[in-house]
């Protein structure tokens, strides 16, 4: 196996093993899908409006609760010392981990959200665009994501800082996943959105490796 | 100079009066920090360093 | 780049700083003078009455907000590249006026809306980016604060600062796309009708200036500070 293959089936092990980071991401997702009817009240053409706005920003939140551990783990023990002295770059390293991640916590919300969709009355094209948004939005949440872990990885309580930094750079992932989705309800086309994200996601996951690359290098060397 | 702005005074002064105050503050503050930093320099450089 | 290494030195920086800041502190306050007697000289818009005064504290500070995150971009940059050993501490200094100029961007363009669109908030393109702007000098100076080690404080806050610059003009663009979506057209027009154009500009000039001042004397007092830090770590055994 190359070190890439070697290094992300080991995160997604870590992640399963480690309280289960994909049932927490799921139980958390689908507690504000709950949550949020309560407070909203269950007037179910209100909520088929605010469905993707609501189930965009709670994956969002459900990936942020594993992505301080992403590099801190390694860091703690020194393994991310090893790692990143071994033939495989940082950057690839990194894209290693936002992949890992990606698959254990985006993937999963992702196969959920058409369960959710139901509790929102969200019809079926709608409940479509949710899934692809999902689907091509996520990995851009990881890959954000990796960059804020990875500048927050010696922080002791690094994290209440990790949400301030990247919930802003992802407002563009929100605006157009929700916006695709608002798009169908209304039986518009949602292709311009969804092609944006697409744009979004492939920049994200192209350049945030290295910017998470030299964020650990900063830490490792000091 | 006109003062009188009418129906939207209540937005107008209030939108005035604050940045006043917040640009104020914030040059108080800045110079208030500037003159400390420059005493507790002055004070250390007339004190020689004890051991 | 030579010119900019020179001033690298603290004390060049203190000397050239304390020669030029007379200048600017006067000149700032000549135009914030001028322009606010020349704002309240004008005739009230046919369209927005009075309300037409707010655009001179409005504009200025939004135009400080998006400077200030530039200059700290550019040390960011300078810092993290040229390895500039002042940069640091000046895109530090930049960040709490920054946040400061946007915060009140956001105040007066809420109390502008008010009369304008009738509520307190509308989610236009323009407040939106500016809230979101804030979020991030927010993020930029907890990051400074939070991790102890100040050299993997300063090169953090520098990559942060440089992720955050080259994300700003796409949170715009998904934020104005955004706006066209749930409101059809943009509320805020462009133009700008002459005879409230120089008093705009000059305040304009005023706010660029007074961020100047504020951020060289800023900078020269983290320079005195560290200094006096230097002397009680030489004093002490």
């Not at chain 3, 309300?51 to 504009?59: A, M, R």
């Not at chain 3, 300063?154 to 942060?160: F, G, K, N, P, T």
């Not at chain 3, 304009?204 to 200094?227: A, H, K, N, Q, S």
């Amino acid at each position: 196996m190359s070190p890439f293959a070697i290094l992300l089936t080991r995160d997604i092990r870590l992640a399963a093993r480690s309280g289960g980071s994909a049932a927490l991401a799921l139980s958390f997702f689908a507690l504000v899908a709950t949550l949020v009817p309560l407070g909203v009240g269950a007037d179910l053409k209100l909520l088929a409006r605010v469905a993707g706005g609501i189930l965009w920003v709670a994956a969002v939140l459900a990936a942020l609760l594993s992505l301080d551990r992403l590099f801190q783990g390694d860091f703690e023990d020194g393994s991310l010392d090893l790692i990143a002295l071994s033939p495989l770059p940082l950057e690839l390293t990194a894209l290693a981990k936002i992949t890992a991640h990606w698959l254990s916590t985006g993937l999963p919300l992702t196969l959920l959200s058409p369960v959710l969709a139901v509790l929102f009355n969200l019809p079926g094209p709608a409940t479509l665009i949710l899934f692809f948004s999902l689907l091509i939005g996520t990995p851009a949440v990881s890959a954000v994501g990796a960059i804020g872990a990875s500048l927050t990885l010696s922080l002791k309580r690094g994290g209440l800082i990790l949400p301030l930094i990247i919930l802003p750079l992802l407002a563009p992932a929100v605006i157009f996943g929700a916006g695709a989705v608002s798009l169908a309800l209304d039986s518009l086309g949602a292709q311009n959105a969804l092609g944006l994200l697409a744009a979004f996601s492939f920049a994200a996951v192209l350049l945030s490796p290295f910017a998470a690359a030299a964020s650990v290098r900063l830490n490792l060397g000091g | 100079m006109n003062f009188d702005m009418g129906a939207y005074s209540v937005y107008i002064w209030p939108a005035y009066g604050i940045s006043a105050l917040a640009l104020a503050g914030i040059t108080l503050w800045t110079l208030a920090a500037w003159r400390r930093a420059k005493a507790r320099l002055a004070a250390l450089e007339k004190r020689p360093s004890q051991t | 780049m030579n010119f900019l290494f020179r001033y690298a030195n603290p004390h060049e920086f203190m000397r050239l700083s304390g020669a030029v800041l007379p200048f600017t502190a006067v000149a700032t306050v000549l135009c914030l003078g001028v322009g606010l007697y020349l704002g309240f000289s004008v005739p009230p818009d046919y369209q927005q009455g009075t309300t037409v005064t707010l655009l001179f504290i409005h504009v200025p500070a939004d135009v400080v907000a998006e400077l200030a995150y530039g200059a700290i971009a550019v040390c960011s940059l300078l810092s993290l590249v040229w390895r500039h050993p002042l940069a640091d501490t000046a895109a530090r200094a930049a960040a709490p006026y920054g946040a400061l100029f946007t915060a009140l961007g956001l105040i007066t363009g809420s109390l502008w809306g008010k009369p304008m669109w009738g509520t307190y908030w509308v989610w236009d393109a323009r407040l939106t980016s500016f809230l979101l702007l804030l979020f991030l000098y927010l993020g930029y100076m907890a990051l400074w604060n939070a991790v102890e080690d100040e050299a993997r404080a300063a090169r953090a806050a520098a990559i942060l600062a440089l992720v955050g610059v080259v994300n700003i003009p796409i949170i715009k663009f998904s934020v104005d796309w955004w706006s066209t979506l749930h409101q059809g057209e943009s509320i805020v027009s462009g133009k700008v009708a002459p005879v409230y154009l120089w008093p705009l500009l000059i305040m304009m000039l005023g706010y660029v200036l007074l961020f100047l001042t504020l951020w060289m004397v800023r900078i020269r007092t983290v320079i005195l500070e560290r200094r006096a830090r230097n002397l009680m770590q030489a004093g002490t055994p």
